[in-house]
């Protein structure tokens, strides 16, 4: 890793459970303004990684291009294989790849079980044919599902909650409901944007934890934007900066943080910078 | 000035307040606009969509009715649900350009689609009528009526108003129908829809198609707009342009208001309030003319609108916490 600041990303070493997913030359543009100018990435399964960059860098814009919130300019994508660009977000979202917003998305007027509830996949009474010829199938589902709920409830402090609407819920508590509502989907992929913000570190922690936990028992993929650095440092094993639209290292947390292009790219933000004294 | 004082200019005929007949079209009236106003309920309440064409459900129910009976010759009872299709068609047609659009842009289309609806019923002359309307589909029904009459006289009330089987048909079908969207909104699908109207993108982030579910809850709509046209209809016996202004999407949005967002008892509540004050205000006997105290009856429904939304914006049966809740 050596100065010069327009080079080829880091190519990244073979990761040893292989690629869930890959982005290759994403374009977006708003305009003239190209959000994305050819974003490649990819994350190898099993990894926690992180993905920073200074403000504008087009973070949050390639999660929404990639998860099918905003229609991609170019380029291809693909979650385990099969290309998601040009797809619904829902349908996407049902492959097992699933994103968080940075603004949370708290269904404001809904308890937060009903929250919790929604998130979980096949559940035949989201279907009106069912609700009337299958009662007893939907049913159980819904009591299968209340359950898991309650469980996630449970790991994020949230259970002396769960009948209050979401509405009521602090900044905090709506982004840890988010990730557990996320979490209902069973994914194998998930997108989480800002996960710590407006979290206390005890709750931060509990979460970081827990994905720690899901990443090893249930072999589940993150890729987070995250603008903490010591968090990004100690708890990503894995680390993607991207700034101006394109991805401008991606490698091992120590390796990036010494990166010319990276601490170029933050000067001014100096996060990086800092950490380097 | 003495003559004033001797005879209040303000004073209410009370035998009116007792004329079955009178409040037996009242309560017809209500029924319908319960039935209209449930899939305003569906739609504004429970999917976070605005549908302000909710007339045209009601024209096409009660004109695919009238001309499948007076021009196809079609039996009444296979009219109904053959009208019940054709709403929810018209429904699609105007939903799936229309739902992929902010919300504000659906609400233009759909009062757009049902004006274009009126204006083709008012001059499409020799399918509907044109302004003279349609009309002669009723027999079929009348057997039904009279035999309800029977009944009832059966129990010893012999003076039935016409109308009186009428009203308990479709009070009996308008409780039916709340009783079915109650239920139904308690099940995971209603649970997406709330969601939807919630946050269509956080619903889309969890895997549901909001689209599909905002053209089921609009199909939905259509059929309950439909089936309030086919009361509509029975009950003038004979269908109208002018019966499908606007305006008739609006007292269906008064009738949700004052009954409460959220709520399907409310719409029923909401629309018996309405009517009964707006009918209850004829008798109300002022120095005006006729034409004036028309619409002095308007003036005070927007006057209790109003009271309404400042000291109890969730209405009725709404409940207070989801007004004031939202991101």
């Not at chain 1, 979202?93 to 708290?106: D, N, S, Y």
């Not at chain 2, 429904?301 to 207070?320: D, E």
Request: hydrophobic share 50%; net charge negative; with cysteine.
């Amino acid at each position: 890793m050596t100065e010069g600041g327009t080079r080829a990303p880091a190519v990244a070493p073979a990761r040893r459970n292989g690629t869930i997913f890959e982005a290759d030359g994403v374009v977006k543009r708003f305009g003239g303004i190209r959000a994305l100018d050819g974003a490649n990435l990819s994350v190898g399964k099993g990894t926690i990684t992180a993905l920073i960059g200074p403000n504008g860098a087009g973070k949050t814009t390639f999660f929404n291009v990639v998860t099918g919130f905003y229609r991609s300019d170019g380029g291809r994508a693909a979650f385990g294989g099969r290309d998601v660009l040009g797809h619904p977000p829902y349908a996407i979202a049902r492959l097992g790849m699933v994103r968080t917003f940075q603004i949370t998305k708290a269904l404001a007027r809904m308890p937060v079980i009903d929250n919790m509830m929604l998130g979980a996949p096949d559940q035949p009474g989201e279907r009106l044919l069912n609700v009337v010829f299958r009662p007893a199938a939907w049913r159980r589902r819904e009591a299968e599902v209340r359950e898991q709920a309650m469980e996630l409830l449970e790991i994020f402090n949230l259970t002396p909650l769960a009948d209050a609407y979401a509405g009521t819920l602090s900044g905090g508590q709506r982004k840890l409901l988010e990730l557990a509502r996320a979490l209902m989907t069973r994914p194998r992929f998930l997108l989480l944007d800002e996960p710590m913000a407006g979290i206390n570190p005890t709750l931060g922690r509990r979460l970081l934890d827990h994905m720690q936990r899901l990443r090893r028992e249930e072999d589940v993929t993150f890729l987070f934007i995250e603008h903490d650095m010591e968090v990004v440092m100690n708890h990503a094993d894995r680390v993607i900066v991207m700034a101006q639209g394109r991805v401008i290292a991606d490698g091992e947390p120590h390796e990036v943080r010494r990166d010319q292009a990276v601490i170029d790219a933050y000067l001014g933000s100096g996060t990086v910078a800092a950490e380097e004294q | 000035m003495l003559e004033l004082l001797t005879n209040p200019p303000i004073a209410l005929t009370f035998q009116s307040f007792t004329d079955i007949d009178f409040w037996t079209s009242v309560g017809i009236l209500a029924g319908i606009y319960t039935i209209f106003t449930l899939g305003l309920q569906l739609n504004v309440g429970f999917t976070g969509i605005f549908n302000f064409g909710q007339a045209a459900f009601m024209a096409i129910g009660a004109y695919s009715m009238a001309i499948l009976v007076t021009e196809a010759h079609m039996s009444f009872w296979l009219s109904l649900p053959i009208s019940i299709l054709i709403a929810i068609a018209f429904g699609l047609i105007v939903g799936l350009p229309s739902l992929r659009l902010r919300t504000d842009y659906f609400a233009i289309a759909t009062i757009a689609a049902a004006e274009a609806i009126r204006l083709f019923a008012l001059n499409a002359r020799e399918l509907t009528g044109g302004a003279q309307g349609t009309f002669g589909f009723g027999d079929d029904w009348d057997s039904v009526s009279e035999t309800i009459e029977g009944w009832i006289a059966d129990i010893g009330w012999t003076d039935v108003p016409t109308l009186f089987p009428l009203f308990l048909v479709v009070w009996a079908v308008a409780l039916v129908l709340m009783l079915v969207m109650s239920r139904v909104q308690e099940t995971p699908w209603g649970r997406v829809l709330r969601a939807i109207r919630e946050d269509e993108d956080a619903a889309r982030a969890l895997g549901k198609n909001a689209f599909a579910y905002k053209l089921q809850s609009l199909a939905i709509a259509a059929t309950l707009g439909a089936i309030s046209g086919f009361f509509l209809a029975l009950n003038l016996k004979f269908v109208v342009p002018e019966e499908f202004l606007p305006i008739v999407t609006f007292i269906g949005y008064a009738c949700l208001i004052l009954g409460g967002m959220a709520s399907y008892w409310g719409v029923a509540v909401g629309a018996v309030i309405l009517w009964s004050v707006l009918e209850g205000l004829r008798f109300l006997e002022l120095p005006l003319s006729e034409t004036r105290i028309a619409a002095l009856r308007f003036l005070i429904l927007g006057l209790v609108l109003i009271g309404l939304m400042a000291f109890r914006p969730q209405g009725i049966f709404g409940k207070r916490e989801e007004m004031v809740l939202g991101d």
